[in-house]
């Protein structure tokens, strides 16, 4: 069956750490894949999108990496702050799909001071 | 300030009353998105379009119907609200064929129905 898994088990680091949160997937060719931040109570916002001839995007402290033949993205945020701490969630996009995002149940970061 | 308004932060509905749930984007985009949010379940797809008049189900249509009369609004309708219907629900619009944009999210609506 077709899936797409994030860690579910928070993950707690200390801030000026690097965190790195893992986006697997199972029978998809995905596209791209995006990553999202989702702060409780709230909507999700859009961070990065990764195609899939990219091996790695930056955007400030973010990077994620797109590894096609393990079917993985990483996610990673350098020198974590506090204000870091959210769920964040990844999505593929799979042509065969009807254009629909296919979303992960996304992995809660705490940084704690 | 480009956004996605959704019209309720909260709403509390009765048992089979009909709810509409509005959403507005001023962004121009084509697609609009219907999602709602469960723990546990993640965002599940309830409609989507991708231009007015248009609409296509998406993953759990059933109870649900939606409307787009303009390209800015994408309305959402519990037709009979029942309580597995609480849920908190999540507007979102895109620019056709930027999908380096990402999708651009309301604030959310929490229903709750009683």
């Known amino acids: 069956s077709q899936k797409i898994e994030q860690n579910s088990e928070a993950l707690n680091i200390q801030e000026g750490k690097t965190a790195t949160l893992t986006c697997n997937y199972t029978?998809?060719?995905?596209?791209?894949l995006q990553w999202y931040r989702q702060d409780p109570g709230r909507g999700p916002v859009f961070l990065l999108l990764?195609?899939?001839n990219e091996k790695e995007k930056r955007k400030e402290r973010l990077k994620v990496t797109f590894d096609t033949t393990l079917k993985q993205s990483l996610f990673h945020i350098t020198a974590s702050q506090p204000a870091d701490s959210a769920t964040y969630l990844c999505?593929?996009?799979?042509?065969?799909?009807?254009?629909?995002?296919?979303w992960g149940l996304g992995t809660s970061l705490a940084v704690n001071p | 300030d480009v956004k996605v308004t959704q019209s309720s932060r909260y709403l509390v509905k009765r048992t089979g009353e009909k709810v509409f749930l509005e959403c507005v984007q001023d962004?121009?985009?084509?697609?609009m998105f219907w999602y709602r949010q469960d723990p546990g379940l993640g965002l599940r797809l309830i409609y989507f379009?991708?231009?007015?008049?248009?609409?296509e189900k998406g993953d759990i249509p059933e109870g649900y119907s939606v409307s787009r009369e303009k390209k800015e609004r994408f309305s959402l309708i519990l037709e009979s609200a029942s309580t597995n219907q609480t849920s908190m629900y999540l507007c979102a619009s895109s620019p056709f064929g930027r999908e380096s944009y990402g999708y651009t999210f309301g604030s959310g609506t929490r229903l709750t129905v009683v």
């Open positions: 990764i195609r899939e």
């Open positions: 999505a593929l996009y799979n042509a065969g799909n009807n254009r629909k995002l296919i």
């Open positions: 379009s991708y231009d007015v008049k248009m609409k």
């Open positions: 029978n998809y060719s995905p596209a791209y």
């Open positions: 962004m121009d985009h084509e697609n």
